[in-house]
């Protein structure tokens, strides 16, 4: 019986330089494969074919490297500025944007409620969402913190719809829905029997638009009510 002869390890071809950004993209095949919940360290590391412990030279921790997901997945969304429409419809759909990414990864919309990216494509979204404010007059620190309430709003409407579905379709959950506010005692919940029908009326993009309305009117007011600078100083 005879065995193969041991391979010198000089022989094996070397393995590429660990970086930061292979281990991104490392992360973000194993999430679009398997899901968020196997994105881990010893993951990663094996499908690099290194330590764990390696990784921390590059990635501080979990939450480290799961804001860097989100910032990569944020590339696709088109900061630049846009053309033919006022401030507000620009922003609004900008604002959409980033919303159908957190859409598309709903293990990440959930994780983005406590984690807070900063790398660079999320500055770049930071950046156009400011812009557009200042485009509508809107600067200091109603637009500071306007911009967290902005991207707040899409993320915690990407968690809504992230969590497990029902079997029920959803026309169906609307329509039981509306069958149970049509019959609601008007004298013990007269707000509700008056307002029935528009509680479930409206599509997702119309309530999503009502929505950033809403907001933005709120940051408006709030400038004009804030002192500026100058004022301030």
Known sequence: MTSEPLRSRRDRPAKPALTRQGIIDAALVILRDEGLHKVTMRR?????????????????????LHAQILDALLAPVPVAPRRGD????????????????????PEI????????????????????????????????????WGL????LYPTAVAVEHSGPRSSVPEDVELSDLAAKVAVADPVRFPHVAR??????????????????????????????RTPTERESS
């Open 44 to 64: 990663i590391a094996a499908t690099l074919d290194t330590g764990p412990a390696s990784l921390y030279v590059y990635v501080r921790n979990t939450e480290d």
């Open 86 to 105: 006022d401030w507000r419809e620009r922003l609004k759909a900008l604002l959409t944007d980033f919303r159908d990414v957190l859409f598309r990864h």
């Open 109 to 144: 919309a959930r994780m983005a409620l406590s984690t807070h990216p900063s790398g660079p494509n999320y500055v770049a979204l930071a950046e156009a969402v400011l812009a557009l404010l200042a485009e509508g007059g809107v600067g200091g620190r109603a637009a500071a």
């Open 148 to 151: 967290d309430i902005l991207l």
């Open 195 to 224: 307002l029935g029908a528009e509680l479930v009326s409206g599509d997702g993009q119309a309530r999503s638009d009502f929505a950033f309305d809403v907001l933005l009117d709120g940051i408006l007011a709030a400038a004009a």
